[in-house]
């Protein structure tokens, strides 16, 4: 069955790089992505990776995937105090054509100042 | 960026009673569309596909007859909980994918529905 799995937490300083990791088990997903929630909200897509790609940059975030491995991680540079939320890593599903997404528990980021 | 809206945001209901909730793409076209569950502290759930003009695909476990799926248009689903108990308690999230663009879903904020 299809299972993706994060910490639970993490705790990081202001201004320290944050690394959130995430393993996945669908081989056959074409992407993966990480979105945020803050408390109350719904989820804010954040960036997505297409699995040919083994890494990926956008401002403060960088991704890398291990294909391999079948493990994600969400590299956020110079970690900011608004940056305290859930990070969900997700996987699209190929049994609906790639549409749906299986999600991970989320990570819960906590950013001290 | 594209924007999905639900209405309501949240929703305190009898049980017993139905509760609608809309799930909206306010500017882009959206052929299929998702219902997620979401309870606390707890990742997503994927309770169904919604399919503009035809049936709900509804994921195992989730039953069809209590969680009503309408798409009647490329902008709006529906889903309605009917006869809700305590248990359907939850966060209920939507996402869209454009026409334009499959690859990308743009999630709405959630409706919090409590069953007393």
């Known amino acids: 069955g299809e299972d993706v799995e994060q910490s639970l937490f993490l705790s990081v300083r202001e201004g320290d790089s944050s690394v959130i990791n995430c393993t996945y088990t669908?081989?056959?997903?074409?992407?993966l992505y990480w979105y945020k929630q803050e408390p109350g909200a719904g989820l804010q897509l954040l960036t997505y990776i297409f699995s040919n790609m083994d890494m990926k940059q956008d401002q403060r975030l960088t991704v890398l995937l291990n294909k391999k491995d079948k493990h994600l991680s969400l590299r956020i540079a110079d970690t900011q105090t608004g940056d305290s939320a859930i990070y969900f890593c997700?996987?699209?599903?190929?049994?609906?054509?790639?549409?749906?997404?299986?999600f991970g528990s989320g990570t819960r980021l906590q950013v001290q100042p | 960026g594209a924007v999905v809206s639900q209405h309501p945001s949240r929703v305190i209901c009898k049980s017993g009673t139905s509760v609608k909730i809309e799930c909206r793409s306010l500017?882009?076209?959206?052929?299929?569309m998702f219902w997620y569950r979401q309870f606390p502290k707890k990742s997503l759930m994927l309770m169904a596909t919604s399919n503009e003009g035809s049936k709900a695909t509804y994921e195992q476990g989730v039953e069809k007859d209590k969680f009503l799926i309408n798409h009647a248009s490329l902008t709006l689903s529906t889903l309605t909980v009917t006869s809700a108990h305590p248990e359907d308690s939850s966060f209920y999230i939507c996402?869209?994918?454009?026409?334009?663009?499959?690859?990308?879903?743009?999630f709405g904020p959630g409706t919090r529905l409590l069953v007393l």
């Open positions: 996402s869209a994918s454009p026409v334009a663009d499959q690859e990308t879903q743009y």
């Open positions: 500017d882009f076209q959206a052929t299929t």
């Open positions: 997700a996987e699209s599903r190929s049994d609906t054509g790639g549409r749906a997404l299986t």
């Open positions: 669908d081989s056959s997903s074409t992407y």
